[in-house]
């Protein structure tokens, strides 16, 4: 499968190791967290919160982009295409901030989960509708039963790197723009 994933969508292609944190001079706390908020935002994100006292933002989970959908920008790189549409994943942003030697520097971490759902038994190969859900054979739903619920669970698959370096370099873009300097 990873060869004909790898041929559209650059399978092989290696996640990029983390980003250091982007350290910006001239600038408090407070507008670099607004500057982030407003990138966050602009990005489909959904800040669940924006606290100025321990200085983190972070989202709520944001289903990742599919192929159809060409005003999304949380797939960086065709890997991070290829996993959002094969697989049902969420992303969850979360933004560190500090300030030293008169500079604000912000770490972002991505972590990605992608949907575990529990098969459910089959007893004949006219039956493979019900696998995921109570559909039908004419029309396909997923409406989970209650034992498939109750094992339904989003699995830690670790870091998405490259939207991490995007987001720190959208934010260090707005905060320029807001100074009014152009990069």
């Known amino acids: 499968m990873c060869f004909a994933a790898g041929f559209l969508s650059g399978c092989t292609?290696?996640?990029?190791?983390?980003?250091?944190?982007k350290c910006l001079a001239a600038?408090?706390?407070?507008?670099?967290?607004?500057?982030?908020e407003k990138?966050?935002?602009?990005?489909?994100?959904?800040?669940?919160?924006?606290?100025?006292?321990?200085?983190?933002?972070?989202?709520k989970?944001?289903?990742?982009?599919?192929?159809?959908?060409?005003?999304?920008r949380d797939n960086v790189g065709g890997y991070n295409n290829a996993l959002a549409n094969l697989h049902s994943i969420q992303r969850t942003v979360e933004l560190g901030f500090s300030e030293k030697q008169g500079e604000v520097c912000v770490v972002c971490t991505v972590k990605i989960e992608r949907l575990s759902l529990p098969e459910k038994n089959i007893?004949?190969?006219?039956?493979?509708h019900t696998m995921f859900s109570k559909s039908s054979q004419t029309e396909q739903s997923l409406t989970l039963n209650d034992e498939q619920l109750e094992k339904m669970d989003w699995i830690d698959?670790?870091?998405d790197n490259r939207l991490e370096t995007l987001i720190l370099n959208k934010i260090d873009k707005e905060i320029l723009k807001n100074k009014g300097i152009k990069k």
């Open 13 to 21: 292609e290696k996640q990029q190791i983390a980003p250091d944190p």
């Open 27 to 36: 600038i408090d706390t407070e507008t670099a967290m607004k500057s982030a």
């Open 39 to 59: 990138v966050l935002v602009r990005m489909n994100f959904v800040i669940d919160k924006a606290d100025a006292n321990l200085a983190v933002i972070t989202t």
């Open 61 to 72: 989970p944001l289903a990742g982009g599919q192929f159809f959908e060409l005003w999304r």
């Open 123 to 128: 007893d004949s190969a006219a039956s493979t």
């Open 157 to 159: 698959i670790g870091r």
